[in-house]
Antibody
Framework: EVQLVESGGGLVKPGGSLRLSCAAS????????MIWVRQAPGKGLEWVSS????????YYADSVKGRFTISRDNAKNSLYLQMNSLRAEDTAVYFC????????????????WGQGTLVTVSS | DIQLTQSPSFLSASVGDRVTITCRAS??????LAWYQQNPGKAPKLLIY???TLESGVPPRFSGSGSGTEFTLTISSLQPEDFATYYC?????????FGGGTKVEIK
């Protein structure tokens, strides 16, 4: 069974930093792209960042570029999101998701999702 | 960036109704579109990918169609567990983008 478990969320002051983790199990983590998606309270889904299986291709939303860094440790089956210079508008539930390109998709959709971890940026 | 516009943003329907949600892309994305369902407080769930391919385990009352700039998600006979929010997502190019969502509520 595919499982994705996020951790590391919490309350942080504006300008602060936080590192999210996503522990993966039930599939070959090292062969899959991985994705972070966030959802502000009462709002829709926003794609944040994607990384391919070998950490070669990395993409960020403009809203987080230069402040957030995605990384992975295939030996530990883990995905990370280092978030620096946090702003109030970064307040959201952050979901980790597994990427998949079935059906000839050029880039990965998200076929399995974790339950999310809440990040609150407030003074 | 490719913008996705979903309509309606809110839909009130009854059990057994046929429901159609539209997703329009600001430029052509072939069939590189996915649909997700999200219940309150839960993670999104993949329903359909490549515009019309049903994800394994998803009931056949769900179907998707379209290509280019216009796509639809149809629920042929709404069930109680289908009252949720639905999102489309394009995976044609980065940045990946989601539609604003369609909340389906009980009439």
């Amino acid at each position: 069974e595919v499982q994705l478990v996020e951790s590391g969320g919490g309350l942080v002051k504006p300008g602060g930093s936080l590192r999210l983790s996503c522990a993966a199990s039930g599939f070959s983590f090292s062969s899959r792209s991985m994705i972070w998606v966030r959802q502000a309270p009462g709002k829709g889904l926003e794609w944040v960042s994607s990384m391919d299986s070998s950490s070669t291709y990395i993409y960020y939303a403009d809203s987080v570029k230069g402040r957030f860094t995605i990384s992975r440790d295939n030996a530990k089956n883990s995905l990370y999101l280092q978030m620096n210079s946090l702003r109030a508008e970064d307040t959201a539930v952050y979901f980790c998701a597994r990427g998949d390109r079935r059906g000839g998709l050029p880039f990965s959709m998200s076929d399995y999702w974790g339950q999310g971890t809440l990040v609150t940026v407030s003074s | 960036d490719i913008q996705l516009t979903q309509s309606p943003s809110f839909l009130s329907a009854s059990v057994g109704d046929r429901v159609t949600i539209t997703c329009r892309a600001s430029q052509g994305i072939s069939t590189y579109l996915a649909w997700y369902q999200q219940n309150p407080g839960k993670a999104p769930k993949l329903l359909i990918y490549a515009a019309s391919t049903l994800e394994s385990g998803v009931p056949p009352r769900f179907s998707g169609s379209g290509s280019g700039t216009e796509f639809t998600l149809t629920i042929s006979s709404l069930q109680p567990e289908d009252f949720a929010t639905y999102y489309c997502q394009q995976v044609n190019s980065y940045p990946l983008t989601f539609g604003g969502g369609t909340k389906v509520e009980i009439k």
